[in-house]
């Protein structure tokens, strides 16, 4: 019996011991930093930072390769290898005619000064020296094929306050003045209507003084009676014309604001102009005019013409546009858009409808001094049926 009891206390003992040893020898090796199946470990002392929204990833911009100078190339050169190089270069931005492929470039001559880093156009390089004489001028050069050039007068207001620049590309929108006119003479309604009558005598047929008007029968009640009466009925004031806008020409490409250079030369540097040096001295100033008031610097006039590459239809379409003194507006378009859409007149029908106005109802009184006009955005320019500006 006191063998059994022994034998539990040494049992007992040895759990205890085993105990003590898990606790302080064990339990304090262990990696404090190992983290526990479906655990996430954070050290003392630290900020959990709350989770960062990943915004939507934007579109991939596509890149399209083009011949650049990688130097400097004066009129006339030729391009070696070693000044060309391809370089990638957004799609949505390609410039007009630019070479893709270094063979188009490599072996030509330069048709103008190029720089740097320049993409390099078709227009740019000529086959050999022979054609540099008579390669005409670089706007014909750089218009896309199987369209053509022409010019339309601007002013501040159609050009999008001169913002239009060479490459852009724009919408063409017209109004015109409708007004009913006679078929055969071709003339402004109404017609001028005069009464003939004939002498009984000498039965001469004379011509009385000529009206403008219709000729309708009315009913007047006298004292025998309803009885009709020819009468003539003549307009109040001269016809008022039907306003009518629409776009007509879209994505016509701009080929320049303003006057093109005398020598047709449109890229790179003037060769006939002579840069200064960095050793050029300062004209000196006279001394009897070194205290004088400098002149005041004058601003450049602004362009009063825009060039547009577009159809040869289109072409004679804004011709006639122009001939006919019909007004011209231009929208400018995103760089990215070059879609073309159907469009609808706008007449003043067209506005009502859409934009939900009333036509206002008529009150037995009225504002006074009475509305005759209202302000208008430009004031000259204007048209006038008359032939006068008003």
Same mark, same amino acid.
């Given at each position: 019996?006191?063998?059994?009891?022994?034998?539990?206390?040494?049992?007992?003992?040895?759990?205890?011991?085993?105990?003590?040893?898990?606790?302080?020898?064990?339990?304090?090796?262990?990696?404090?930093?190992?983290?526990?199946?479906?655990?996430?470990?954070?050290?003392?002392?630290?900020?959990?930072?709350?989770?960062?929204?990943?915004?939507?990833?934007?579109?991939?911009?596509?890149?399209?390769?083009?011949?650049?100078?990688?130097?400097?190339?004066?009129?006339?050169?030729?391009?070696?290898?070693?000044?060309?190089?391809?370089?990638?270069?957004?799609?949505?931005?390609?410039?007009?005619?630019?070479?893709?492929?270094?063979? &188009? =470039? *490599?072996?030509?001559?330069?048709?103008? +000064? !190029?720089?740097? %880093?320049?993409?390099?156009?078709?227009?740019?390089? #000529?086959?050999?020296?022979?054609?540099?004489?008579?390669?005409?001028?670089?706007?014909?050069?750089?218009?896309?094929?199987?369209?053509?050039?022409?010019?339309?007068?601007?002013?501040?207001?159609?050009?999008?306050?001169?913002?239009?620049?060479?490459?852009?590309?724009? &919408? =063409? *929108?017209?109004?015109?003045?409708?007004? +009913? !006119?006679?078929? %055969?003479?071709?003339?402004?309604?109404?017609?001028? #209507?005069?009464?003939?009558?004939?002498?009984?005598?000498?039965?001469?047929?004379?011509?009385?003084?000529?009206?403008?008007?219709?000729?309708?029968?009315?009913?007047?009640?006298?004292?025998?009676?309803?009885?009709?009466?020819?009468?003539?009925?003549?307009?109040?004031?001269?016809?008022?014309?039907?306003?009518?806008?629409?776009?007509?020409?879209?994505?016509?490409?701009?080929?320049?604001?303003?006057?093109?250079?005398?020598?047709?030369?449109?890229?790179?540097?003037?060769?006939?102009?002579?840069?200064?040096?960095?050793?050029?001295?300062?004209?000196?100033?006279?001394?009897?005019?070194?205290?004088?008031?400098?002149?005041?610097?004058?601003?450049?006039?602004?362009?009063?013409?825009?060039?547009?590459?577009?159809?040869?239809?289109?072409?004679?379409?804004?011709?006639?546009?122009?001939?006919?003194?019909?007004?011209?507006?231009?929208?400018?378009?995103?760089?990215?858009?070059?879609?073309?859409?159907?469009?609808?007149?706008?007449?003043?029908?067209?506005?009502?409808?859409?934009?939900?106005?009333?036509?206002?109802?008529?009150?037995?009184?009225?504002?006074?001094?009475?509305?005759?006009?209202?302000?208008?955005?430009?004031?000259?320019?204007?048209?006038?049926?008359?032939?006068?500006?008003?």
């Amino acid at each position: 019996m006191q063998g059994r009891l022994r034998f539990l206390l040494i049992v007992a003992f040895l759990l205890v011991i085993g105990a003590l040893i898990v606790v302080f020898v064990i339990l304090p090796s262990r990696d404090p930093d190992t983290a526990q199946p479906g655990t996430t470990q954070v050290p003392a002392n630290t900020t959990v930072e709350p989770a960062t929204l990943v915004p939507p990833t934007q579109p991939a911009i596509v890149f399209v390769d083009i011949v650049v100078a990688v130097q400097n190339l004066s009129r006339g050169a030729l391009i070696p290898p070693n000044a060309v190089a391809l370089f990638p270069w957004p799609e949505q931005s390609l410039p007009v005619n630019a070479l893709t492929t270094l063979e &188009d =470039v *490599i072996g030509k001559r330069a048709r103008t +000064d !190029i720089s740097q %880093e320049q993409p390099i156009l078709q227009s740019m390089v #000529i086959p050999d020296l022979s054609q540099l004489a008579d390669v005409g001028s670089d706007l014909a050069a750089s218009i896309p094929e199987g369209l053509v050039a022409v010019a339309v007068p601007v002013d501040r207001l159609t050009s999008v306050a001169y913002g239009i620049q060479r490459g852009d590309r724009v &919408d =063409v *929108i017209i109004s015109a003045l409708f007004v +009913d !006119i006679d078929e %055969e003479f071709q003339s402004a309604l109404p017609n001028l #209507i005069s009464f003939t009558t004939i002498n009984p005598e000498t039965g001469a047929i004379q011509i009385l003084t000529g009206i403008e008007g219709r000729t309708e029968s009315v009913s007047l009640v006298t004292e025998d009676g309803a009885r009709p009466y020819a009468v003539v009925v003549g307009p109040s004031e001269q016809a008022r014309p039907r306003l009518a806008t629409q776009r007509t020409i879209q994505d016509a490409l701009v080929m320049g604001l303003g006057n093109f250079p005398a020598n047709g030369i449109l890229y790179g540097l003037d060769p006939t102009s002579t840069p200064v040096g960095l050793d050029a001295q300062p004209t000196p100033i006279p001394a009897n005019q070194s205290n004088a008031t400098a002149a005041p610097t004058l601003a450049p006039p602004r362009p009063d013409i825009v060039t547009l590459a577009v159809t040869p239809q289109d072409a004679v379409v804004l011709t006639y546009l122009i001939e006919a003194k019909i007004p011209i507006t231009f929208a400018l378009r995103s760089a990215s858009d070059t879609a073309q859409s159907p469009t609808v007149p706008v007449t003043l029908d067209y506005v009502l409808t859409t934009y939900g106005i009333q036509v206002p109802d008529k009150l037995e009184y009225s504002l006074e001094p009475a509305i005759r006009s209202i302000r208008q955005l430009v004031t000259d320019q204007q048209i006038s049926l008359s032939g006068t500006a008003p």
